[in-house]
């Protein structure tokens, strides 16, 4: 059974994640259909492409973006722990990030495209020996057979069926509080990427009717 699917049981159309990017103006909405798409194929991707195991150490190395917060959910959903600190073999990180990792065995490299898109189709150079996250992801199927956690094990005490609002997170502890926790609770999540006054944080909190807030 797929990780999220007691979000596709109930109301899967509705919107579960939600990212304004303000240093480009996008706005991308995922509802619970695209991303359990999204989450299947890069559960795939780790498994087939890269072979991981529970023991591998899985590093994601990326600004807050919805590629951000949908490659762990991916990861997650294979019975793998992404790590948002330390040391890895793997490693999911952007173009800026690439020449932080000389000694990793495989790096990935997420574009900032709004839409998806790889780092060479959005105008990008892939470094020598890079893997191009966008037309890799894309390669595989986007329902995953293996086995997956449930998704109700990622609640936390306090985070309830509401609809929340983060400026990002940068540690395991944060993620899981303030993108999986939310989910698991039959929730959603604004993310707000980018420099965001607090007039603009309240503005976007309004139009989207979120409930409360789980702000960095």
């Not at 190395?61 to 722990?81: H, K, M, N, Y």
């Amino acid at each position: 059974m797929s990780m999220l699917e007691p979000l596709l049981k109930h109301d899967p159309a509705s919107p579960r994640l939600t990212v304004y990017d303000e240093s480009t103006g996008s706005r991308m909405e995922f509802s619970g259909v695209t991303l359990d798409n999204w989450a299947n194929k890069i559960a795939n991707m780790m498994t087939q492409e890269f072979d991981s195991d529970p023991d591998s150490a899985i590093r994601i190395d990326l600004p807050a973006s919805w590629q951000a917060a949908v490659i762990p959910l991916g990861i997650i959903a294979a019975e793998l722990t992404p790590l948002f600190q330390g040391d890895a073999e793997l490693v999911f990180t952007d173009l800026e990030g690439y020449e932080r990792w000389p000694d990793a065995d495989d790096v990935v490299v997420v574009s900032n495209d709004p839409f998806g898109r790889g780092v060479v189709e959005s105008g990008g150079t892939l470094p020598l020996g890079a893997i191009d996250f966008g037309p890799t992801v894309r390669f595989y199927g986007d329902q995953y057979f293996g086995a997956s956690p449930e998704l109700a094990q990622f609640r936390v005490d306090g985070v309830v069926d509401k609809r929340y609002l983060t400026t990002g997170w940068s540690t395991d502890d944060d993620f899981r509080n303030r993108i999986l926790a939310p989910l698991a609770a039959g929730g959603s999540v604004v993310i707000v990427t980018g420099m965001a006054s607090t007039q603009r944080l309240d503005e976007i909190a309004t139009i989207e009717k979120v409930t409360a807030r789980l702000e960095s």
